[in-house]
């Protein structure tokens, strides 16, 4: 039976986009129990994740997507708990952009399944947002994490690199809105939202 609750940190950096600096709040979502975590999104700066993750053993540091905005500290939480990092490869030529001469350490397809503290997630490929943007569904927590693929009141932003509008509705409608309606969407800014309500937004 799991025991793995979701808890929420909040850290604040920029993205750039276009040869300009925005300020950005990104969540960070650690799924596990008092003795191991999973992170999703390792955003900006590595020492409130890490000081959330209070010692804890991390099984894995799983990344949405390759945007700088979401990847920023992977590394830096990689060396302080040397847990692997899972990335899709799809999105290789963002990570190269931020981290060159490094790479992670897992190839996150469709599929892929995680285990901590008693509960999967499995990986859900839903590019758009960018070629390799996966979420990470947690069905026995009624929960799906998605981070820049699915936010309240509509799809991710399209005007990042290599982001597609018509490829992201398609795997919005196919991919996600089929899951359960009460499936709680946690998101990578903003608030929660919920399938059913994202249904009625996009269906």
Not at 9 to 15: E, K, L, P
Not at 47 to 69: F, S
Not at 152 to 177: K, Q
């Amino acid at each position: 039976m799991s025991t793995a609750r979701i808890e929420k940190v909040v850290v604040s950096g920029v993205f750039s986009l276009d040869g300009q600096d925005f300020d950005v709040d990104n969540n960070v979502w650690l799924v596990g129990d008092d003795d191991e975590v999973l992170v999703i999104d390792a955003p900006h700066d590595a020492a409130p994740i890490v000081e959330a993750i209070g010692g804890r053993t991390v099984t894995a540091v799983v990344l949405t997507h390759g945007h700088n905005d979401h990847i920023g500290a992977a590394p830096a939480v990689r060396d302080a708990t040397g847990a692997p990092i899972w990335f899709n490869s799809q999105d290789r030529m963002l990570w190269d952009v931020v981290h060159p001469g490094t790479t992670p350490d897992e190839d996150l397809v469709e599929g892929t399944r995680l285990e901590v503290a008693g509960t999967t997630l499995v990986a859900v490929s839903t590019p758009g947002h960018s070629p390799g943007s996966t979420c990470l569904y947690a069905a026995d927590l009624g929960t799906v994490f998605t981070g820049d693929t699915l936010f309240c009141g509509g799809p991710g932003a399209t005007g990042r690199s290599f982001s597609d509008e018509p490829t992201i509705l398609e795997s919005i409608r196919t991919r996600l809105l089929t899951l359960p309606a009460d499936t709680v969407v946690r998101t990578g800014h903003g608030d929660d939202t919920t399938i059913a309500a994202e249904s009625r937004t996009l269906g």
